[in-house]
């Protein structure tokens, strides 16, 4: 009959049909950036994100006599960090940061570590997600980094 026996290609549960044509415009985007910059300016792509890690200590086995409960002391604190971190793969170029939290100043410090990367007269197209301290008014954005969201 013609059949064959194929793989299925896999789909997240959640994926909006939607969103896939907004990601389509990125390229449009960023000629909009580049024309609206002098002309002969390089552009870097960069893509950021973040990440928070840490340890949570859990609950440890003990001996003990059957239909007994014994009890653990434990550490209900948890400890964790940020790293921030960014790469523009066509330049072989990387900055990072490891801060104690994500908000809106540590990625105002990320930034700027990214600004200090960036070849001299290029400016660079971060491509990035959308948490609030992405887009917030209070950010400071470098004169050489046009931030690009994520549809």
Known sequence: MGDRKLSARPRHHTQDADAIPAFKKLPCRVAAIRAALPRGTSIEIWWQDEARVGQKNGITRRWAKRGTRPSAPKDQRTTSVCIYGAICPDEGKGAAL??????????????????????????????????????????????????????
Not at 101 to 127: F, K, Q, W, Y
Not at 142 to 148: K, M
Request: proline share 13%.
């Open 98 to 151: 490891v801060l104690p939290r994500c908000n809106t100043d540590g990625m105002a410090l990320h930034l700027a570590e990214i600004s200090a990367t960036v070849a001299p007269g290029a400016h660079a197209v971060l491509l990035l997600d959308q948490p609030g301290w992405h887009l917030s008014a209070a950010l400071v954005v470098p004169v050489n980094i046009t931030p690009l969201p994520l549809p």
